[in-house]
Every structure is written in structure tokens, then in C-alpha cells.
């Protein structure tokens, strides 16, 4: 049984959102683990010895596109094989429910879309998308293991993961979209993030100096508890469907 404080809490967060006219919602690894998808920071992203940070930057794929591209096929493979929580779920109805809302996630799984969230800032890029290193084309290739690799644009050049990579800067308008909407923010929810990669981290900052009313929803504290007017403590997969029932 949960206390009278738990759900005085989901009470509180259930009024603020009711109220709110602009939520705005950023998501991070958290709540695609509770769907099985690896955090790929931990011992179990470690593929072939090689550490994330080693494949996932420009010179290794200018270096070994080869290489890159079957760890990405290797990491496709992982993610097909899982389906959205009843967390990315629950942030779907919301966003129906909602007459304005904006879910910005770190996550490159896809899962939210599969989820049905529709108004979404993918700040670190795409799996499912591939972009042409040459013409910068970008295409969708859910294909599961790829039937080529590297894979090749119409044009002739290499196509490469649309992902931010690390060393690469986040998308201009990507980025001037979410702060944007963060600035606007009534309600912002923070949700299984460790709130530590930057320049994501900032985000809900921004919206708590607004104004907005701050909410993080984690297994465990984290640096952005200090400033939320709220934290509940828990997997996102059973903390938002109590929030946001059907």
C-alpha cells in the first residue's frame, strides 16, 4: 500500500497538469530500460570491447564506417525487439488530452513514436533514420539486420546513423525549439533522466526560472531534485499511467 503522502502527490501533479496550458515533458534512458533497451553506458553497452564513445563520433566512422555501422545494426537488432512502456503510453494520452504539449526526449530508440507521441523534439537524433554523408538527405530504414553495410544513398555516398554523435552539435532548430518551449512551460516533467548530459540538463532550469511548475518522476535523486517542486521515486512505467490513467 502506498501512503498518504505518495498519493497526495499524484494528486498534486494530476492538478497541476489539469491546469496546465502548456506541458512540456523531457524523457531520457530511464524509461526505455523498463522496455529492455540497454543504456549503452553501463557494462552492458559494451560491444566488442568497444566502449559507446569510441563508435559513436565522426572520425571512427570516417576511420571504419564498417565497424560503425554493425554496431548500430547490432543495437537496431536490440531495440526491434522491444515494444513502449505503459510510461511512454501514458505520456501519448497526455499529450491527446493536452491542448498544448511537447515531449522532448535524449532517446534515440523510436520507442515514443511507437507509443503514439506525435509533437516531439528528438534532441540527439534517430536510429530508425539514416542521413547521407554527401547530400544530407535523411530517409527512414526500419529494416532489421540491414541488408548492406554500410549502407549507400541514391546519390553513391555512405549514408551514416542520424544521430548526434558525440563531438557533433545538437541540431539549431531542434535545440531553439525546446528551449523555447521549455521558456513556456506551465508543468514541465522530467522523467528517467540523470539530468547530467548537457545541454539537455539545462532544460528543465530554464522552465523552473519561468515559472514552471517542475516535476521529476526517477528511480533515485538526482541533481535536478534539489530544484523540483515534486519528485516521486519510481520505474516511469507504473509512476505516469497513476498520474495519467486511462
Not at 124 to 148: F, Y
Not at 167 to 174: H, I, M
Not at 198 to 223: D, F, H
Request: charged share 20%; proline share 7%; net charge negative.
Amino acid at each position: 500500500m502506498h501512503d498518504v503522502d505518495y498519493n497526495s502527490k499524484i494528486a498534486q501533479v494530476q492538478e497541476q497538469l489539469s491546469g496546465a496550458k502548456q506541458i512540456v515533458v523531457l524523457t531520457g534512458a530511464g524509461i526505455s530500460a523498463e522496455s529492455g533497451v540497454p543504456t549503452f553506458r553501463g557494462p552492458e553497452g559494451l560491444w566488442k570491447k568497444y566502449r559507446p564513445e569510441e563508435l559513436a563520433n565522426p572520425s571512427a566512422f570516417k576511420q571504419n564506417p564498417q565497424l560503425v555501422w554493425e554496431w548500430y545494426d547490432w543495437r537496431r537488432g536490440l531495440i526491434a525487439n522491444t515494444e513502449p512502456n505503459s510510461g511512454h503510453l501514458a505520456l501519448a494520452r497526455q499529450e491527446r488530452i493536452s491542448s498544448s504539449f511537447t515531449l522532448i526526449t535524449q532517446n534515440v530508440d523510436g520507442l515514443h513514436d511507437r507509443g503514439g507521441s506525435k509533437n516531439m523534439l528528438k534532441l540527439h537524433g534517430d536510429i530508425w533514420q539514416m542521413r547521407c554523408s554527401a547530400c544530407a538527405k535523411v530517409t527512414i530504414n526500419r529494416q532489421v539486420p540491414l541488408p548492406e553495410l554500410p549502407p549507400k544513398c541514391g546519390c553513391g555516398a555512405l549514408l551514416r546513423p542520424d544521430i548526434v554523435w558525440f563531438g557533433e552539435s545538437l541540431s539549431t532548430t531542434t535545440w531553439q525549439s525546446a528551449w523555447n518551449a521549455s521558456e513556456a512551460a506551465d508543468v514541465f516533467l522530467v522523467v528517467g533522466t540523470s539530468a547530467l548530459v548537457q545541454p539537455a540538463a539545462s532544460l528543465p532550469l530554464v522552465a523552473k526560472e519561468r515559472g514552471a511548475y517542475l516535476v521529476e518522476i526517477n528511480m533515485e535523486q538526482t541533481a535536478i531534485s534539489q530544484h523540483a517542486d515534486l519528485s516521486l521515486f519510481g520505474p516511469a512505467g507504473e509512476l505516469l499511467p497513476q498520474i495519467i490513467p486511462n
